[in-house]
């Protein structure tokens, strides 16, 4: 089974810090997402990363960076974190095959509140 | 620009009601449309993935059904523990890989 396993469940952080939040898949699929999801907004995509080193902006960019130096790793960092970030984090990820995306298998959220 | 719209938004059921939720879609070209399940406090996990018209696919007491403009998630006999948010999320073709997701339908089954 394909795992995605994002580094914590729950996050606590204050205003102002520099957030990490990690995310490992383990059968080596080329593409690599974040999201955050609201409620009432539904899933809405932050960054994505087709292959190591290389990233797209999602819907929602501002505030927010990525790193992806191993094809398995994909990083989201949040630069100064306000409360407005308070969400539930997603990292998917999916494999490419006859030139299309295929499912996108999710690891179990993030809950990050930014007090 | 692409469209994936689910509904109802919300859903409530008593077991073994049968019923319908629906995902219509105004996009380019399809290339495939997935369903997955989301349980509280957790991420969506895939259910099925369709591609083209008048394909079905079955997994317990749901089927999933596509047609050009909609996809379809049946619900036969539900039960308390079918109760989740069911996602849709279209990919088109053309080249982009990023999936375009639905809001949702929240299913509630009561005993």
């Known amino acids: 089974d394909v795992k995605v396993t994002q580094s914590s469940r729950y996050l606590v952080k204050r205003t102002g810090e520099k957030v990490f939040l990690e995310c490992v898949q383990d059968m080596d699929h080329e593409n690599m997402f974040w999201y955050r999801q609201d409620p009432g907004l539904g899933l809405r995509l932050i960054y994505f990363s087709y292959d190591v080193k290389m990233k797209e902006k999602g819907d929602i960019p501002e505030g927010y960076s990525v790193s992806r130096e191993k094809k398995e790793r994909f990083s989201l960092i949040l630069e100064s974190a306000s409360t407005n970030q308070t969400s539930m984090y997603l990292c998917?990820?999916?494999?490419?095959?006859?030139?299309?995306?295929?499912?996108?298998?999710f690891g179990q959220g993030t809950r990050l509140t930014v007090v | 620009e692409d469209q994936v719209t689910q509904s109802p938004e919300a859903l409530r059921l008593q077991e073994g009601e049968s019923s319908s939720l629906n995902c219509s879609y105004t996009?380019?070209?399809?290339?495939?449309l997935f369903w997955y399940r989301q349980d509280p406090g957790k991420g969506p996990e895939f259910l099925f993935t369709?591609?083209?018209a008048g394909e079905e696919k079955e997994k317990e007491r749901l089927k999933a059904t596509l047609t050009k403009k909609e996809s379809f998630l049946h619900i036969t006999a539900p039960k308390p523990e079918d109760s989740a948010t069911y996602l849709c999320?279209?990919?088109?073709?053309?080249?982009?890989?990023?999936?375009?997701f639905g809001r949702g339908t929240s299913l509630i089954v009561h005993p």
């Open positions: 999320a279209v990919q088109v073709s053309g080249g982009s890989y990023i999936p375009t």
């Open positions: 996009v380019s070209g399809l290339r495939g």
């Open positions: 998917a990820s999916s494999l490419i095959s006859g030139g299309a995306n295929t499912e996108a298998f």
């Open positions: 369709l591609y083209s």
